[in-house]
Structures are given as C-alpha cells and as structure tokens.
C-alpha cells in the first residue's frame, strides 16, 4: 500500500492543508488507519501548539480530501474537529 | 597519487583544498593530504565521509597523512565552513531510529507516535545532521512506509538518512529503500561517536 507519495503537486504548488484533531488517541489511531485504509494521503502530526497545549496526535490532511474523509469518519462514528492549516480555531465539528 | 599540503593551514582552507582535488578526480582514483594538527585532520576526514569518499588515516608523530579514495561520480558541495569547528564547538545531533515505533508499549501507539515524532523533526531547528535506521527502524524508510516524503523533504533539506544493510537484508527488503543510503556499522557508529548528542525516539 503505496499512499502518502501519490500526491505528486505537493512539490510544485503546496495544496492547501486541513489539521484535524480527535477526543483520544484511540480515534486518533483508528482514523489514521481508516484514512490510510482508503488511499487518503494523511500524515500523523503533533497537535499544533496553537490548538492545545496538551499531548495529542492529529491528522493532516490534503483539503481536497475533505468531504472523503469527513464521510469516512462518519461511517466508522470518530469524532473529528476539523482546522484549517495555521488557522487556529475549529471550523466544524462533526 | 596527487599530494594537497594542508600542513600550516587553518581551517577551511585544507577543506577548500580537499573538496577541489577530489571534484579534479575520477571514481576510484585517490589524493594524499597532509595535515599537521588533529582539529583540522577531523574536520576534513568528517568531511570527506559525508561526502562519500573513502578515507585512511596514517599518523607519524604530530603529521597526519589522509588518503582520501573517491567512490561516487557525484560532486561533492558540502558547506566547507560547517566543518570549521573549534574544539568543543556546538556539534549537530543525530536521530537514531532503532525500532519502527516510539518508546516500548503497545505497538499501534509506538507507530502512531514515530510517524508524529518525524513529522516533527522540521519544525524543530537546529535539524540534525543524520538520521539513522537500523534493525526495525528501516521499515520507516522501504516501500510502503508513510514516511517516505517527510524524510525526503529533510534529506533534501541537507539531512542524511542511514540505513542499516545488514537489517535492510535481514527483513528482505534491500532493493525496497525509498529514501537515503543503505549504511554500515562503521559509518553508523562513527555517525553516533561523531555528534553532539544522540536522540532516540
């Protein structure tokens, strides 16, 4: 399963990104897994300073993926807070 | 064999030297540099094993005698002032990967932390000179990892990723490598003597 490389425009034009963070790690694990499971491009990351000061793994992922994603988390019931890139506050929680 | 007299010089000057005599040569073929104090015969034998040139130290007395063997086409363009540390001076650190996971615990949190831990590692500066993978660490750097272009964009950033042969052939996995070179125990424990600290995830 060959899946974060696929996006081969991230070099010419940086695509706008989204952070999306979880109520526990458990959701944080299995949306990882979910996204990946799909062939969404998603990469684990810290949850950014400007979100939370406490420890947390987040997803980022590619905007265009949204709704893919978005759908995919409410077909496996994870909670998701959705942030765009150096935003700082939630946009929509599902 | 061509002869470069470092004896006298200060750095980067020995350094300057080396890296023109050795973009001068041909792959295999090899230059002689004398050198004449010990900070200055470090400075250009790390050099040169970042660069990929072989290197064979001969000391009599306080003369150093380097015999450098090119083994790669590619032209060497290293930072030759980087490489101009006093004694003591501030060394980068290496990342040593020993396991595909972070800390010891169940392995579905070690894996999710390691991916969050290298997408970290551009956010924090100084970046370090090495990464270094070996035993189950290679799996982050072979085919199917989904760390490949976080690590790509590092090496690009002038990062260098080790990784382990012995391990990349004990897994099979040796023609699968997707990002840096495939190592050995001596560059990697030189890699690991040679920083300034060393983290382990």
């Known amino acids: ?94 | 064999m061509k002869t470069i007299d470092c004896r006298g010089m200060q750095c980067p000057k020995p350094l300057i030297l080396t890296k023109k005599a050795i973009n001068s040569i041909e792959v295999g073929q090899s230059i002689e540099i004398l050198i004449d104090n010990e900070t200055s015969r470090q400075n250009v034998e790390r050099f040169l094993m970042d660069n990929g040139v072989e290197v064979a130290v001969v000391q009599e007395g306080a003369l150093f005698s380097l015999t450098a063997t090119k083994r790669s086409k590619d032209e060497v363009a290293g930072n030759e002032k980087g490489y101009c540390s006093p004694p003591g001076a501030h060394r980068p650190h290496v990342i040593c990967f020993s396991s595909d996971t972070m800390g010891s615990g169940p392995a579905e949190l070690g894996a999710i932390l390691m991916k969050a831990f290298v997408n970290t590692i551009k956010e924090v500066k100084p970046l370090p000179s090495h990464c270094v993978f070996y035993n189950s660490g290679v799996n982050l750097v072979v085919e199917g990892s989904t760390l490949i272009e976080p690590l790509q964009k590092l090496s690009e950033q002038g990062v260098k990723i080790l990784a382990c042969g012995t391990c990349l052939d004990y897994f099979n996995v040796k023609d699968k490598l997707r990002v840096g070179t495939v190592s050995n125990m001596y560059t990697i424990l030189e890699t690991l003597s040679g920083a300034g600290h060393v983290i382990k995830p």
């Not at chain 1, 993926?65 to 077909?75: C, G, K, M, Q, T």
């Open chain 1, 1 to 94: 399963m060959q899946v974060t490389s696929s996006n081969h425009n991230r070099n010419d034009k940086p695509l706008k990104k989204l952070i999306i963070v979880f109520n526990s790690t458990r959701e944080a694990i299995d949306a990882e897994r979910a996204c990946l499971g799909k062939g969404l491009s998603c990469q684990a990351i810290p949850v950014p300073r400007n979100i939370s000061a406490e420890c947390g793994i987040a997803l980022d992922v590619d905007q265009k993926d949204e709704s893919a994603v978005r759908a995919l988390f409410e077909e496996k019931n994870i909670s998701a807070y959705f942030h765009e890139k150096e935003a700082g506050t939630p946009s929509i929680a599902l």
